[in-house]
């Protein structure tokens, strides 16, 4: 099963619904259930609001989420790219579908393939990604929580972890 590593206490957020998009500066071409594995660094930039925001909805210190584990599993449904103008307008655009030359296809009306633009995310979900122009924002769906962290050391990038190693977790919760 693929799996990415989020630092805490983004990956948190995500399992109590508090956060839909993990923000990267990498786009993927995958799609699918992936694990969300709970990083053991702390993020960045963690302080003042964000920290008094996350402790309100989590009803946790971060020192108290759980770290270097696999907390959750998603479905990994789309990948925006943060866009934006000379006027300041910033907004997200899915990937239209290629042409094997690079081109954008295009339907008998002349409009791009698989074309999707949305606003930006307001709010909190604002404050819990970073929606930099060119960032990606990767749409996660049907949050399923494991019932108890498994400990699993996380890596860099979309990673493999065992199927066997979160099976009997997933069968716990309804499966995938």
């Known amino acids: 099963m693929k799996a990415i590593t989020i630092l805490q206490p983004y990956a948190s957020l995500i399992v109590a619904?508090?956060?839909q998009y993990e923000t990267?500066?990498?786009?993927?071409?995958?799609?699918g259930i992936i694990a969300i594995h709970a990083g053991?660094?702390?993020?960045?930039?963690?302080?003042?609001e964000l920290r008094d925001k996350t402790q309100g909805i989590l009803g946790k210190r971060?020192?108290?989420?759980?770290?270097?584990?696999?907390?959750?599993?998603?479905?990994?449904?789309?990948?925006?790219?943060?866009m934006g103008n000379s006027s300041g307008e910033r907004w997200m655009e899915s990937k239209p579908a290629m042409n094997p030359d690079g081109t954008y296809?295009?339907?008998?009306?002349?409009?791009?393939i698989g074309w999707e633009e949305i606003p930006l995310p307001t709010g909190d979900e604002l404050m819990f990604g970073h929606y930099g122009l060119e960032m990606y924002a990767w749409k996660l769906a049907n949050i399923r929580p494991l019932p108890k962290?498994?400990?699993?050391?996380?890596?860099?990038r979309i990673w493999e972890v065992p199927d066997e190693m979160i099976a009997a977790a997933l069968k716990e919760v309804g499966g995938c």
């Open 17 to 19: 619904g508090a956060k």
């Open 24 to 31: 990267r500066s990498w786009d993927t071409p995958y799609r």
């Open 40 to 48: 053991k660094n702390k993020p960045f930039e963690y302080g003042g």
């Open 62 to 82: 971060m020192e108290e989420l759980p770290k270097g584990s696999i907390i959750a599993v998603a479905d990994l449904v789309e990948c925006y790219q943060v």
């Open 105 to 112: 296809r295009r339907g008998a009306d002349g409009h791009r």
């Open 149 to 156: 962290p498994l400990p699993c050391r996380g890596n860099q």
